[in-house]
């Protein structure tokens, strides 16, 4: 489940909802075209905007685990008092 929030640019977000939405509707349907669709609905359907758009979150995953992604913290488990699973400290 997705969390929206009231304010900031959540439009992700909203792309995982839509394509989870198309994918449950119709398992075989083509991902690249549900993003585009996406994109076309959300930013406008000019091809060179929505190619532009598709490359960006194309990319995005490797964005995260070469930049964004600090493994040593990855690596361990660190709860702080009360909030491990269940509660248990």
Wanted: net charge neutral; aromatic share 12%.
């Amino acid at each position: 489940m997705s969390l929206y929030l009231k304010s900031g640019f959540w439009q992700l977000y909203d792309l995982n909802g839509y394509a989870g939405g198309r994918l449950g509707w119709d398992p075989s349907s083509d991902l690249g075209a549900v993003n585009a669709d996406w994109i076309a609905r959300t930013f406008g359907d000019d091809p060179a905007v929505v190619r532009a758009v598709g490359e960006v979150l194309s990319r995005s995953r490797e964005t995260v685990l070469d930049g964004l992604y600090i493994r040593p913290y990855a690596v361990r488990q660190v709860f702080a008092r009360g909030s491990g699973p269940s509660g248990i400290p």
